[in-house]
């Protein structure tokens, strides 16, 4: 008997430690309750096993079956939330909620059942216990059950202790799989959410290059002959037009005419042109309203009269048409109609086509505008040409005007740094000059015979300072041409490197250091160190000396004491890279007109008017990112960029 219990305990503690390793192996909770339940086997009779968690904090009728394997009942479905009856109704749910053990027998429940209280919603068990999974507070995760169907397989005390000790180890393990399980769930319905929404925006920027394109048709096309079958194709973009149809109404003469038609059944249209009243054209025309109908409605009004004498094929499945209106003006009308039962357009086809068909009137009416004038625009063709020469040449000169101003950039931070190394090269020659005046002397003692062991070891002390001070500042002079070099060469260059931003960021200030020194303004950086970009390190370097130089000029009056922070961090692929100073700040007005061309608020007195401008471009351009910029007045300035990490990648993307 002793020896029955003591395999018994091994098994137990085995368990126990494979709860543990599964605890830390396993991603997945239906994977880790497997294990489990293979493991309990090898303890007790576990053929009917099964864990209910609590889907929402609070509410411990609201769980999902995660784990579920009975002899008898169907296994729920374990991504289907369950409501669980009251706790006297249910014994999973008096579990979750009292936070106790639970151990009923058959009888035990047929007796409840005779007193008017029915436990559980499955079938009745010859043995059931349940312990509930508790976390690190004592609140409820949820419940973890075992029962027996027969007689012969019962469980003891030690059965149900043992069960209670598993239970309490399970629960361990579960907090940690169970958030990763919400958490992952949460990033699905996210994503679902993410597709529709990016379902949406493409819809959207379909219908904007849609519209884009009948503006430009409506700009380049003289005539609207030309228009209808390029229309054709761009509705066809957004929704299916296998049948189509324009009509233009002639308010002069009362007549409908169509320009252009493609149908399924008949190869031309039954009449080219037609007195207004006729047709379906003339009844969304005398409504001014899209109309969406069914094979019903159609045929209802046509019976009824609504639809004087429809033309062509009325064997239709569904149809739509919009009228082309411009205030109260109608040009004619769009019409779509299938005769497949398959395709049945919605009122949001409508929408759409109702969309179209008013920039389609709006395209139509420039059109006839631009006819109007064609012959007041031919005597302004060449003061047009003129003053596109003129607009050629002012944006020549505003280019070479942004190049210069990088050029300058660069040409003072060649003049700071030179500046700057002068001092400690200047330092170099000093200590240089006197080591040799020094050596000099030293032989002179040396020859007259006078050179005692004083004079010796002054002359040592004597060589030892200057070869300090000698290595001091070369060192200093060598960091500063260093990172100047790197500096200037990215800024000259258009190419694609790897670089640490941490370590780049730094060797920018280290450049800009002439600029910052005697300033009461410090510079905080806090960017991973291990943050790698393969980028356009010359654009980086260009938008950090722009924002520092522009926070000096502008954000600090005269000595005013300050602070810049820089900080870089990681969001996906792309960077988060934000810079933030505690300056004057700038009113409404001023930060509307931040980022145009010659724009400052210092003319005259070292602003440019670009530094802000080609900083924006940078940003947009070759990083192709964002850029949002916040601002009030004694509130400092705050720009928060947001780019690719890799540009490789985003381009190859792209």
Same mark, same amino acid.
């Given at each position: 008997?002793?020896?029955?219990?003591?395999?018994?305990?091994?098994?137990?503690?085995?368990?126990?430690?494979?709860?543990?390793?599964?605890?830390?192996? !396993?991603?997945?909770?239906?994977?880790?309750?497997?294990?489990?339940?293979?493991?309990?086997?090898?303890?007790?009779?576990? &053929?009917?096993?099964?864990?209910?968690?609590?889907?929402?904090?609070?509410?411990?009728?609201?769980?999902?079956?995660?784990?579920?394997?009975?002899?008898?009942?169907?296994?729920?479905?374990?991504?289907?939330?369950?409501?669980?009856?009251?706790?006297?109704?249910?014994?999973?749910?008096?579990?979750?909620?009292?936070?106790?053990?639970?151990?009923?027998?058959?009888?035990?429940?047929?007796?409840?059942?005779?007193?008017?209280?029915?436990?559980?919603?499955?079938?009745?068990?010859?043995?059931?216990? @349940?312990?509930?999974?508790?976390?690190?507070?004592?609140?409820?995760?949820?419940?973890?059950?075992?029962?027996?169907?027969?007689?012969?397989?019962?469980?003891?005390?030690?059965?149900?202790?043992?069960?209670?000790?598993?239970?309490?180890?399970?629960?361990?393990?579960?907090?940690?799989?169970?958030?990763?399980?919400?958490?992952?769930?949460?990033?699905?319905?996210?994503?679902?959410?993410?597709?529709?929404?990016?379902?949406?925006?493409?819809?959207?920027?379909?219908?904007?290059? &849609?519209?884009?394109?009948?503006?430009?048709?409506?700009?380049?096309?003289?005539?609207?002959?030309?228009?209808?079958?390029?229309?054709?194709?761009?509705?066809?973009?957004?929704?299916?037009?296998?049948?189509?149809?324009?009509?233009?109404?002639?308010?002069?003469?009362?007549?409908?005419?169509?320009?252009?038609?493609?149908?399924?059944?008949?190869?031309?249209?039954?009449?080219?042109?037609?007195?207004?009243?006729?047709?379906?054209?003339?009844?969304?025309?005398? *409504?001014?309203?899209?109309?969406?109908? %069914?094979?019903?409605?159609?045929?209802?009004?046509?019976?009824?009269?609504?639809?004087?004498?429809?033309?062509?094929?009325?064997?239709?499945?569904?149809?739509?048409?919009?009228?082309?209106?411009?205030?109260?003006?109608?040009?004619?009308?769009?019409?779509?109609?299938?005769?497949?039962?398959?395709?049945?357009?919605?009122?949001?086809?409508?929408?759409?086509?109702?969309?179209?068909?008013?920039?389609?009137?709006?395209?139509?009416?420039?059109?006839?505008? %631009?006819? &109007?004038?064609?012959?007041?625009?031919?005597?302004?063709?060449?003061?047009?040409?003129?003053?596109?020469?003129?607009?050629?040449?002012?944006?020549?000169?505003?280019?070479?005007?942004?190049?210069?101003?990088?050029?300058?950039?660069?040409?003072?931070?060649?003049?700071?740094?030179?500046?700057?190394?002068?001092?400690?090269?200047?330092?170099?020659?000093?200590?240089?000059?006197?080591?040799?005046?020094?050596?000099?002397?030293?032989?002179? %003692?040396?020859?007259?015979?006078?050179?005692?062991?004083?004079?010796?070891?002054?002359?040592?002390?004597?060589?030892?300072?200057?070869?300090?001070?000698?290595?001091?500042?070369?060192?200093?002079?060598?960091?500063?041409?260093?990172?100047?070099?790197?500096?200037?060469?990215?800024?000259?260059?258009?190419?694609?490197?790897?670089?640490?931003?941490?370590?780049?960021?730094?060797?920018?200030?280290?450049?800009?250091?002439?600029?910052?020194?005697?300033?009461?303004?410090?510079?905080?950086?806090? !960017?991973?160190?291990?943050?790698?970009?393969?980028?356009?390190?010359?654009?980086?370097?260009?938008?950090?000396?722009?924002?520092?130089?522009?926070?000096?000029?502008?954000?600090?009056?005269?000595?005013?004491?300050?602070?810049?922070?820089?900080?870089?961090?990681?969001?996906?692929?792309?960077?988060?890279?934000?810079?933030?100073?505690?300056?004057?700040?700038?009113?409404?007005?001023?930060?509307?007109?931040?980022?145009?061309?010659?724009?400052?608020?210092?003319?005259?007195?070292?602003?440019?008017?670009?530094?802000? *401008?080609?900083?924006?471009?940078?940003?947009? @351009?070759?990083?192709?990112?964002?850029?949002?910029?916040?601002?009030?007045?004694?509130?400092?300035?705050?720009?928060?960029?947001?780019?690719?990490?890799?540009?490789?990648?985003?381009?190859?993307?792209?």
């Amino acid at each position: 008997m002793m020896e029955v219990r003591l395999r018994r305990l091994e098994a137990v503690q085995s368990m126990l430690l494979e709860i543990g390793q599964r605890s830390t192996s !396993c991603t997945d909770i239906v994977q880790f309750l497997r294990a489990v339940h293979g493991a309990l086997g090898n303890i007790m009779y576990a &053929a009917n096993f099964y864990v209910a968690l609590n889907e929402r904090d609070g509410d411990p009728h609201a769980v999902r079956f995660v784990y579920y394997i009975d002899e008898v009942d169907e296994a729920p479905d374990p991504h289907e939330v369950a409501r669980l009856a009251s706790p006297e109704q249910s014994p999973t749910a008096w579990v979750i909620l009292n936070r106790q053990r639970l151990v009923l027998t058959a009888s035990e429940h047929y007796s409840r059942q005779s007193e008017g209280e029915l436990i559980g919603h499955g079938t009745v068990s010859e043995h059931w216990m @349940g312990c509930p999974l508790l976390d690190q507070n004592g609140q409820a995760l949820g419940a973890i059950v075992i029962q027996t169907y027969d007689k012969q397989h019962t469980y003891s005390e030690e059965d149900q202790a043992l069960f209670a000790l598993i239970a309490n180890h399970v629960s361990s393990a579960l907090q940690g799989l169970q958030s990763m399980d919400r958490l992952e769930r949460a990033v699905r319905e996210r994503t679902l959410r993410l597709e529709h929404e990016v379902a949406e925006r493409r819809r959207a920027e379909s219908l904007q290059r &849609a519209l884009y394109e009948i503006a430009s048709l409506s700009a380049s096309v003289s005539d609207s002959g030309a228009l209808p079958a390029r229309l054709h194709e761009i509705i066809s973009g957004l929704l299916t037009a296998r049948n189509f149809l324009i009509a233009l109404y002639h308010p002069d003469s009362g007549d409908i005419s169509i320009p252009y038609f493609v149908d399924e059944k008949d190869h031309e249209a039954p009449v080219k042109r037609f007195r207004y009243g006729l047709g379906m054209s003339s009844y969304v025309l005398r *409504h001014k309203r899209p109309e969406l109908l %069914d094979a019903a409605r159609y045929a209802e009004l046509a019976a009824s009269g609504e639809i004087n004498e429809p033309l062509g094929s009325k064997d239709i499945a569904s149809w739509m048409g919009a009228p082309m209106l411009l205030g109260d003006e109608a040009y004619g009308v769009i019409i779509v109609q299938s005769y497949d039962n398959s395709v049945l357009y919605t009122q949001s086809d409508l929408d759409v086509l109702a969309f179209m068909a008013s920039h389609v009137a709006v395209a139509l009416a420039r059109m006839r505008a %631009d006819r &109007a004038i064609l012959q007041a625009k031919a005597s302004l063709e060449e003061q047009n040409a003129a003053l596109n020469h003129a607009l050629t040449q002012l944006q020549t000169a505003q280019t070479e005007l942004v190049r210069q101003e990088k050029l300058a950039s660069l040409g003072r931070l060649v003049a700071g740094v030179a500046h700057e190394i002068n001092t400690p090269l200047g330092i170099c020659v000093t200590a240089t000059s006197h080591l040799v005046q020094e050596l000099k002397l030293v032989k002179e %003692d040396l020859a007259a015979g006078q050179l005692d062991e004083d004079g010796l070891n002054g002359f040592f002390d004597t060589v030892d300072q200057s070869l300090r001070i000698l290595t001091t500042n070369t060192q200093r002079a060598a960091a500063l041409v260093r990172s100047f070099k790197q500096v200037a060469v990215d800024q000259s260059s258009e190419n694609i490197r790897n670089f640490n931003l941490s370590k780049y960021v730094a060797e920018v200030l280290l450049s800009l250091q002439p600029k910052l020194k005697g300033k009461p303004v410090k510079v905080e950086v806090n !960017c991973p160190p291990d943050l790698q970009l393969d980028s356009f390190p010359g654009a980086v370097s260009q938008i950090v000396t722009n924002m520092v130089m522009n926070s000096l000029v502008h954000g600090f009056d005269g000595d005013q004491p300050g602070t810049i922070r820089i900080t870089g961090k990681l969001d996906g692929d792309h960077v988060l890279f934000d810079y933030s100073d505690d300056g004057i700040g700038m009113d409404a007005v001023t930060l509307g007109q931040l980022f145009d061309p010659f724009f400052t608020t210092k003319r005259g007195s070292g602003g440019s008017g670009l530094g802000a *401008h080609i900083l924006y471009n940078l940003v947009t @351009g070759p990083l192709g990112g964002t850029i949002n910029v916040h601002s009030a007045p004694g509130m400092g300035l705050h720009y928060q960029l947001r780019f690719p990490r890799d540009q490789r990648k985003a381009k190859a993307a792209a």
